[in-house]
């Protein structure tokens, strides 16, 4: 059943608000708009990280302005509302990234780099550039598939019998490294 | 994993990921870091936005709270226009509504200050409402 739609009044809204925990929602809501414009993006350079941050910053910003409306019962938790309307600015500005590529591409060269990215290469090509690129990394190698099949930090350490700091310290690897096969696979 | 294109296999790495700093605020800090941002200055930056925009809505608050006022006040005093002095008198000078009484003397010139002030105590909002219902009450009977 889809829960009857509650808004909460201004008042409502401030007292909810200053009882979260921000220092940790902000930082949580930032990684989230980074990895979300690294999921879509194959270009990812300082300016694209500062959008995210950006990005993170203007959902919070939208919630306190009451611009875009909590809907508590649909989302009692305010991360997760928050969260939505990340999806939707990353959404927009990729809508606007794509319109200017297009528009870029139909003056200058005719051809599309930005929407046939995913068309020059199938399956097993990508997979071997993917494992190739942590032939040097075994660890990291294995930390990528772990994460990709869904195991959490500590199931890894456990498994695996290793600390959570060199789970972390690899977590961190593969996050470069897929921006190196990002590029491979983009020029 | 049946991934069909590098979206579905780097896509699933995203998500995965993204599902997973929802319960590890350390893997959120070394995301950050690894990302070139340092956590004091985000968390510099973060508390100035949130005093910024906390300060903003108690504002709005405020301005609504004020129309709202003034809103229930003009109409108290539409109605209190046709009831006699005595029957104006009478009510204000209740217990519960003696603290507006100052304000209903000089009923020709209310300013914004003497509304604001209003505003500013919430519980004499609420006693301003009551008082509206009790003189719909009277006028009924």
Same mark, same amino acid.
């Given at each position: 059943?889809?829960?009857?739609?509650?808004?909460?009044?201004?008042?409502?809204?401030?007292?909810?608000?200053?009882?979260?925990?921000? /220092?940790?929602?902000?930082?949580?809501?930032?990684?989230?708009?980074?990895?979300?414009?690294?999921?879509?993006?194959?270009?990812?350079? $300082?300016?694209?990280?500062?959008?995210?941050? $950006?990005?993170?910053h203007?959902?919070?910003?939208?919630?306190?302005?009451?611009?875009?409306?909590?809907?508590?019962?649909?989302?009692?938790e305010?991360?997760?509302?928050?969260? /939505?309307?990340?999806?939707?600015?990353?959404?927009?500005y990729?809508?606007?990234?794509?319109?200017?590529?297009k528009?870029?591409?139909?003056?200058?060269? /005719?051809?599309?780099?930005?929407?046939?990215?995913?068309?020059?290469?199938?399956?097993?090509?990508?997979?071997?550039?993917?494992?190739?690129?942590?032939? $040097?990394?075994?660890?990291? /190698?294995?930390i990528f598939?772990?994460?990709s099949?869904?195991?959490k930090?500590?199931?890894?350490?456990?498994?695996?019998e290793?600390?959570?700091?060199?789970?972390?310290?690899?977590?961190?690897?593969?996050?470069?490294?897929? $921006?190196?096969?990002?590029?491979?696979?983009?020029? | 994993? !049946?991934?069909? !294109?590098?979206?579905?296999?780097?896509a699933?790495?995203?998500?995965?990921?993204? !599902?997973?700093?929802?319960?590890?605020?350390?893997?959120?800090?070394?995301?950050?870091?690894?990302?070139?941002?340092s956590?004091?200055?985000?968390?510099?930056?973060?508390?100035?936005?949130? !005093?910024?925009?906390?300060?903003q809505?108690?504002?709005?608050?405020?301005?609504?709270k004020?129309t709202?006022?003034?809103?229930?006040?003009d109409?108290?005093?539409?109605?209190?226009?046709?009831?006699?002095?005595?029957?104006?008198?009478?009510?204000?000078?209740?217990?519960?509504?003696?603290?507006?009484?100052?304000?209903?003397?000089?009923?020709?010139k209310?300013?914004?200050?003497?509304?604001?002030?209003?505003?500013s105590?919430?519980?004499?909002?609420?006693i301003?409402?009551?008082?509206?219902?009790?003189?719909?009450?009277?006028e009924?009977?």
């Amino acid at each position: 059943m889809v829960p009857v739609k509650n808004y909460l009044s201004t008042e409502e809204l401030l007292l909810k608000l200053k009882e979260q925990d921000w /220092g940790t929602i902000i930082k949580r809501l930032e990684a989230y708009s980074i990895i979300k414009i690294k999921k879509h993006s194959y270009k990812v350079t $300082d300016d694209t990280i500062q959008e995210a941050i $950006d990005i993170a910053h203007e959902a919070i910003r939208l919630l306190w302005t009451e611009e875009r409306k909590w809907d508590i019962n649909y989302y009692p938790e305010v991360y997760y509302f928050l969260k /939505g309307v990340v999806d939707s600015l990353v959404s927009n500005y990729f809508k606007k990234l794509t319109k200017y590529k297009k528009v870029e591409i139909n003056e200058n060269t /005719g051809d599309s780099t930005f929407d046939n990215t995913e068309a020059k290469y199938d399956a097993e090509q990508i997979k071997k550039i993917i494992s190739d690129s942590f032939k $040097d990394d075994s660890l990291a /190698g294995i930390i990528f598939d772990c994460i990709s099949e869904g195991y959490k930090p500590k199931e890894i350490c456990e498994e695996l019998e290793i600390d959570i700091k060199d789970v972390y310290n690899a977590i961190k690897r593969v996050t470069r490294k897929i $921006d190196e096969v990002k590029k491979i696979l983009r020029d | 994993m !049946n991934a069909k !294109n590098q979206n579905d296999i780097l896509a699933n790495y995203y998500d995965e990921l993204a !599902n997973l700093i929802e319960h590890d605020d350390n893997l959120v800090n070394e995301l950050l870091i690894n990302e070139g941002l340092s956590i004091e200055q985000e968390s510099q930056k973060s508390k100035m936005l949130i !005093n910024r925009l906390e300060t903003q809505l108690k504002a709005k608050l405020k301005r609504e709270k004020y129309t709202k006022a003034l809103f229930v006040f003009d109409r108290i005093k539409k109605r209190f226009e046709n009831r006699s002095e005595e029957f104006v008198q009478q009510l204000l000078d209740k217990p519960e509504y003696v603290a507006l009484k100052p304000l209903f003397n000089k009923l020709k010139k209310v300013t914004p200050a003497d509304i604001q002030s209003m505003v500013s105590d919430a519980e004499l909002l609420r006693i301003l409402e009551n008082l509206e219902k009790e003189s719909d009450q009277d006028e009924s009977r």
